[in-house]
């Protein structure tokens, strides 16, 4: 399979001014149980992730499109191949050095339970700051929270707020560390349609404005037409990619796999 | 992370509140008893501290016998040493005294107090010396004549009785009547302690309680400006050679008398620390459990924290600050309850009056306890909370169905067969301490296998509820099953209960079983006469030749005791008729049992300890022997090892015994604890009956000694033991009651858990009635399953303790079946009662809110 990736081509011009890809997969091969019972979430994936990129992830239920994020994510190991963030090989690092690496250069938004229902909205946004015994940037912290909207919500607990204010709680937690790259698996899943664009348009302008990175795992076509560029997943490989990918188009691509 | 630990706390403080109240009742308990122990201790620390607080010096003699049970006893001194001591120099005054066995009978005829469960009665002479008497006259005036006597405040107050009232007294001479003279008052306290007080003048007291011309002490007090140390120098200096005493300082005897009603009080610090270590140890099943269950729901929030960086052990150390809190609150909390239990128990008690004593040491090891308690429960959930993975986020959180883990079966079976092992072992090799040991291995072998019998047990004990409840009998096995580890810890906390108490209902029931067969095939005799007195003093020799002069009766055969030295070591001497190893069945291994005239019968245990063997000679004197007197430094009277007895079926009557003769030649006022008697041949207890009751009604003793058949006999053993009943219902109760909360609080939690299911049930058209039901039904199986291990567990020891013990008097080993069945059913019936808010609770639930939960 031949990698496909935005960056590495020599044929783009702008790769002499890129900056290196905020995370990058290898020969990515992860494999549940063993013998013949064995499946094959992905199946030797290599991809870069280019920084300051929203990078959506396409692929119908099982293609292995959540396990890549996953494993990119250092929440789960592979089983051969590599994955770096920015240049550190995730396969290197202990339990609690990739502990440390999710806490201060990775951010994350699920799709549900993405706050910790005992803390209020603010305290849930610092969280990982906390964690880390770090002292806030007030500065970066206030541009988040306002970008957010939710500046009149921060002493509320989760329970108090929508499920759309929840999500966006959990961009903001996410971007509270400046994080290398940011992962978002079905952000909109549990939302209605005008919460989710809400949370799609924002993460949006996290990269556009605050020159993030996302990588947005997703099998809605709308959510899709939000990020820079689509890869589509099928059977634990890259099968296609998409740039400026819009709602019509991915859900052409995504027909096609069910021929 | 504090704050998130913090909150935690807060955000869970009501599925905690059990864990709280586990954590404040072991505390309360422990703090109790301590406090208790420290308000005793000061309390009679301060009360001796003033009965002895004019007395400087103190005589006595230096013959002393430790007594297994209550303080040394020791001979008595001449009273003339009273004028020699006040010829000292630097003395002020001295006095003697005199004490011993003195027991007031009411108005009703009942003896007042009950020296073997409670405070003792004592008696003594009023002191004429008023810095050596620690009573004051409260009402009317000292006893002035050998008729009269003063009783202390309480036994006043108790009984009715005041100055001019005529009241009958039982004494080492019988029961005599006497007038009050006065009413006393023991420093600021009504009675010393809770104990009852008669006071005679110093001769009635002599032959009451002493010997005439004999006193036990003589005090006294020093001039100004001499020492205490100064004053016992000089009391030594006068008093003759080979007087056989000693002189100790006032404040020597204040820490003598201190230490000793410590020591006496310890048992019963040990006997409460026992429940208050039950209590903790059931409970910290309960705590492990709460921090399992509530570790549990909130994997997700576990993972969502590691998965936004949150290090293992930050979610360890946050789990562990809330056990931390809960441990510490929960455990203030139950000391503040302690000192409840500590003034109720005071007052149990009868200790002085005065306020409790918290002292710094008892709160600091009560509130350790608690929060160590908690901690040291809380660390396996702890971990457990840091090997979260933070994928566990994404997904739906699975209920833990592991109940087969190779390694735990393996480790259980490998303790059960060690265990069972180790029991047998005990049992047939009689060591009572490897079958203790062997249990306490197949307990934790319980604890390990449990999670495995969890479903198999509880299915199967779960099939009648499944038969006769339909759905909601078949939903509430399925649910006792489905989380084998919660059901097998939550039974946990019963199993220790359970386990205890039949425990020794087993070990009580054998006893008593073991106790009436050796009655009925053994007991030669057909009445008892008992002294009802404990032991203290008995009945005057005169009842028991009275009653062996009767026509109908074949033999009478007293028993008595006194304290004595053999070969120099202090020691308890019986004397009685040869007569009593046939009736008693105490039968000879070696020699003979005739008790003749220097003759001693060793027991079997005791002759090996000290390597005694038939036709050894031994030197046997007795506490202040009469063959003796006056022959200052003659040498011990030597006596004849005649035959070595069995302990015999009654457990024996002591490890020395010598004949009547020999006995009352040594001991000038012997009297009799018991009298066995043996009938003619073809008289019937009936017909013999009435003569002999008249006996001891002539004797003036009807009041306080008990003539029993040997049915009665038995029953009375047997109501001894019931005082057994009473503590294990105790037990019970208190192992219950945390059990209980244990059993709430998992159901609590299962039924939060499954908010979405029951609602799916409660949709699809299951009733409230039927909810419940299962709710319910599902706590009793766990209950019981927790009850029919701790059942096995104590049917194993009760087995293995009576079997090894065999030969020390449990020839039977009975299964108290109907208590044992009572036990079950109390079981069960907590795990109902637990249940009923839950199931409450549950049936009350808003269907489409329940669906809709998260």
Known sequence: MEAISDSSSPSDASVAFAPPPAARAVDAVKTYGSGHTAVVALGGVTVDIPTGHYTAIMGPSGSGKSTLMHCMAGLDSLTSGQVFVGDQDLGTLSEDQLTLLRRDRIGFVFQAFNLVPTLTAGENISLPLTLAGRKPDQAWLDTVIDTTGLRDRLSHRPSELSGGQQQRVAVARALASRPAIIFADEPTGNLDSRSGAEILDFMGRAVRDMGQTIVMVTHDPVAASYADSALFLADGLIVDRMADPTAERVLDRLKRFGE | MLKVALRGLWGHKLRLIITFIAVALGVAFIGGVLVLTDTMNRAFDDLFANVYKDT??????????????????????????????????????????????????DRNGDPVGNPGMGAPTLGGNWNEVDALNPFNISAGRPPSSEGQVVIDKKTADDTGFGPGDKIRVQTRDGVNTFEVSGVARFGTQD???????????????????????????????????VSQEQLARNIREVLPKGSNTQVITGKEIINETQDTIKSGLRFLTVFFLIFAIIAVVVGSFVIYNSFTIIVAQRTREMALLRAVGARRKQVRRAVLAEAVIVGLVGSAVGFLAGLGIATFLATLLSVPEGALAIVPSSLITAIATGVIVTVFSALLPAWRASRVPPLAAMREVAVDTTGRSRVRLTIGLVLMVLGVALVLVGAFGASPAQVGIGVALAFLAILFLAPTLAR??????????????????????DNAARNPRRTASTAAALTIGVGLVSFILIINSSIRASFDKTLEENFGGDFVVDSGTFGAVGMPPSVARKIGALPDVKLAAPIRFQPAFVNGKGTTVTGSDPGIFDMLDIKLIHGSGDLGQGDVVVSKTEAAAKHLKVGDTITLAFIDDARLRGRPGAAAPKARVAGISEAGPTGGIG?????????????????DVQVFVQLKPGVTVAEAEPTIKRTIDEAGLAATAKVQSVDEYKDQIGSQLNVFLVIIGALLVLALIIAMLGIVNTIVLSVLERTRELGLLRAVGMRRRQVRAAVRWESAIISLFGTVLGLAVG????????????????????????????????????????????????????????????
Do not use: C, H
Not at chain 2, 86 to 105: D, H, K, P, W
Not at chain 2, 655 to 671: E, H, I, Q, S
């Open chain 2, 56 to 105: 400087d010096a103190v005589v006595r003699s230096d013959q002393k016998v430790d007594s297994d049970f209550g303080p040394e006893i020791r001979g008595n001194i001449d009273e003339s040493l009273v004028k020699t001591v006040q010829g000292a120099r630097g003395v002020s005054e001295a006095e003697g005294n005199v004490g011993g066995f003195a027991r007031v009978i």
């Open chain 2, 655 to 671: 490890n020395y015994t010598v004949g009547l003769a020999d006995f009352d030649a040594a001991v000038p006022n012997p009297t």
């Open chain 2, 456 to 477: 198999p047990v509880g299915n199967a004990l779960g099939a009648p509820v499944a038969r006769l409840r339909g759905v909601a009998g078949q939903l509430a096995r």
């Open chain 2, 191 to 225: 009675s010393p302690g809770g104990a009852s007080y008669v006071l005679w003048t110093l001769p009635s007291a002599q032959r009451l309680m002493g010997e005439p011309g004999k006193v036990s002490t003589v005090a006294a007090t020093a001039e100004s400006g």
């Open chain 2, 795 to 854: 049917i194993l020891g009760g087995w293995g303790i009576v079997r090894a013990l065999r030969d020390e008097g449990f020839q039977v080993f009975q299964l108290p079946i109907v208590f044992l069945l009572l036990v079950s059913a109390a079981g069960v019936l907590a795990g109902l009662f637990a249940a009923l808010l839950p199931a409450w609770a549950a049936g009350r639930m808003n269907v489409l809110d329940a669906i809709n939960t998260e």
